[in-house]
């Protein structure tokens, strides 16, 4: 099993800036693809950034220019720096992490979320 640890949510204003952190560990052999999605009350889970083996970014259009998904692969730990953030930023943030374990038996592991609110 491979388990996800987030971290780095809070409370800021509008404006401010937030860094996520979500570690892995466990049965991990290779990781393929690592992404933030997040959720706001009412509405449905939304993928905001994913980190794609061999260097690939993408990020939805809102957050373009304001948002930066990176990995240390050495940690096997996803980050998502967060400026300018608005208060429609205002969600409960999940990591995901898609890879293979010991025998190459594929995995998809969630973290718990870490609420992020953006509000003065």
């Known amino acids: 099993q491979v388990q996800l640890v987030e971290s780095g949510g809070g409370l800021v204003q509008p404006g401010g800036s937030l860094r996520l952190s979500c570690a892995a560990s466990?049965?991990?052999?290779?990781?393929?693809?690592m992404r933030w999605y997040r959720q706001a009350p009412g509405k449905q889970r939304e993928l905001v950034a994913a980190?794609?083996?061999?260097?690939?970014?993408n990020y939805q259009d809102s957050v373009k220019g304001r948002f930066t998904i990176s990995r240390d692969n050495s940690k096997n730990t996803v980050y998502l720096q967060m400026n300018s953030l608005k208060p429609e930023d205002t969600a409960l943030y999940y990591c995901?992490?898609?890879?293979?374990?010991?025998?190459?038996?594929?995995?998809?592991?969630w973290g718990q979320g870490t609420q992020v609110t953006v509000s003065s």
């Open positions: 466990g049965s991990i052999f290779t990781i393929y693809a």
């Open positions: 995901n992490v898609e890879g293979s374990g010991t025998g190459w038996i594929p995995f998809s592991s």
């Open positions: 980190s794609i083996s061999g260097g690939i970014t």
